[in-house]
């Protein structure tokens, strides 16, 4: 189960070029259940999702670059290229932030994964946050394949 909440970063961090970062790429087979290939780095995944906006299950298995390269050609929509970088909070917690590229490179998304739902309500984001898009639909990358 994925717990996760989702934040609009409206100015970035200063020091953001400190973190630790991984390049992603990521195409989507299916919206609706969501089936995602991804290149993270040299790593291969396809991802399964299901319903949900801040709790859903997600099943990761591995590709190879052969699997993926050749559903990469299958893909409907955008291909979604971004910069990851990881950013710890304390122990448990790590911010995800995302800085998309064309045709999103406006658009800078803070995602915080959870080990419950009691954690994920509680969770008071950094003053450097934005608005919490984690109800909202459109922010998933899903749906951002589809946009023009």
């Given amino acids: 189960m994925e717990i996760e909440r989702k934040f609009l970063i409206p100015k970035l961090p200063d020091d953001l070029e400190s973190y630790a970062f991984h390049l992603i790429e990521q195409g989507y087979l299916c919206t ?5 290939i991804r290149r993270q780095d040299d ?4 991802t399964y999702k299901g ?19 050749h559903l990469k050609e299958k893909i409907d929509g955008n291909l979604i ?5 990881l950013i710890p ?18 658009l800078r998304l803070a995602e915080v994964e959870f080990p ?5 309500n509680a969770f008071v984001p950094p003053a450097w946050f934005g608005k919490d898009v984690t109800m909202d639909g459109r922010y998933h990358n899903s749906c951002l394949s589809k946009q023009l």
């Fill in 32 to 36: 609706d259940p969501v089936v995602r």
């Fill in 43 to 46: 790593n291969y995944i396809l």
């Fill in 51 to 69: 319903k949900g906006l801040m709790c859903r299950e997600e099943y990761n298995l591995p590709l190879n670059q052969e699997a993926y390269e």
């Fill in 81 to 85: 290229s971004k910069k990851r970088y």
């Fill in 89 to 106: 909070i304390d122990d448990e917690l790590t911010i995800e932030l995302d800085v998309f590229h064309e045709p999103f490179e406006t």
């Fill in 116 to 120: 419950s739902e009691e954690a994920a």
